[in-house]
């Protein structure tokens, strides 16, 4: 699962300062909650994106951690407060310590 | 002074007893805990008590599928500096485990407003806790009638 790559969405790429701008994200994933079963009944052993940050140009403005009770292929949506412009980085980061980043970018004027 | 019980005094007395229940109701939700979700919530508010208010909670009320359940959590608060909303925890009292997820603000997020989608194993109620920066508490509660449960089960 390296090659995974969120569909990220601002609702707007230039805001005047201190506008509100939505993010939208989504990221395939399985999720695995570690509590069920194969058919032969062994437990399918639990894989879950534990962790996700938002950075706006190296400030982190949003994080949260889940839990195996987050769907498959988690989806979220959040807003920030544009204060200056640059990159607006998302990290994932799976239970087995690798990282699905994506990134957009937003112009504040 | 005699008591004169005209039909609008009468449907003043009826809203207000209704109004009362549906209150009640809110404010003391039946919690029989299942899991480990007043744990949870024990951990998160370090044993002080949260205050029912300013937390909102819009989840459907009949989720069709418990695999994937929309849920929108958001505070009010006017996020400056000077008050802010620092964390919110969302738990589940059917699900196998509680935990459904923290959430981390700051002031620069701006509103205090998340939307994800959660997995529901059976009809239950979600309760969302807010921490302040002043360390105060709010909280909220919603029920959610699950017609095929998520988790695998």
């Known amino acids: ?109 | 002074m005699p008591l004169t019980l005209n039909r609008r005094r009468i449907l003043t007395i009826g809203a207000a007893a209704l109004s009362a229940a549906a209150w009640g109701g809110a404010t003391s939700p039946a919690r029989a805990a299942k899991n480990d979700s007043e744990e949870l919530i024990k951990k998160f508010t370090g044993g002080k008590a949260a205050t029912e208010g300013r937390v909102r909670l819009d989840l459907p009320e009949i989720a069709e599928n418990g695999n994937t359940v929309p849920m929108t959590v958001s505070v009010e608060s006017p996020m400056t500096e000077q008050s802010y909303v620092s964390e919110v925890l969302v738990v589940a009292d059917g699900n196998p485990r509680g935990g459904i997820a923290t959430f981390h603000f700051s002031p620069a997020s701006g509103l205090a407003e998340v939307n994800t989608r959660i997995r529901l194993a059976a009809t239950q109620q979600v309760i969302a806790v807010a921490k302040m920066n002043d360390g105060s508490f709010f909280t909220a509660s919603r029920p959610v009638k699950v017609t095929i449960g998520g988790c695998g089960g």
């Open chain 1, 1 to 109: 699962m390296a090659e995974v790559k969120p569909r990220i969405k601002l609702d707007k790429k230039q805001a005047k300062k201190g506008d509100l701008v939505e993010v939208k994200a989504l990221v395939a994933h399985v999720m695995e909650t570690g509590l069920r079963k194969d058919p032969s009944g062994n437990t399918i052993p639990r894989k879950i994106l534990n962790k996700f940050t938002c950075t706006v140009n190296g400030k982190q403005v949003f994080s949260a951690d889940f839990e195996p009770a987050i769907s498959a292929n988690p989806y979220i949506q959040f807003k920030f407060r544009a204060e200056e412009s640059g990159p607006v980085v998302l990290t994932w980061i799976d239970d087995d310590g690798s990282k699905i980043v994506g990134e957009d970018s937003i112009t504040v004027t």
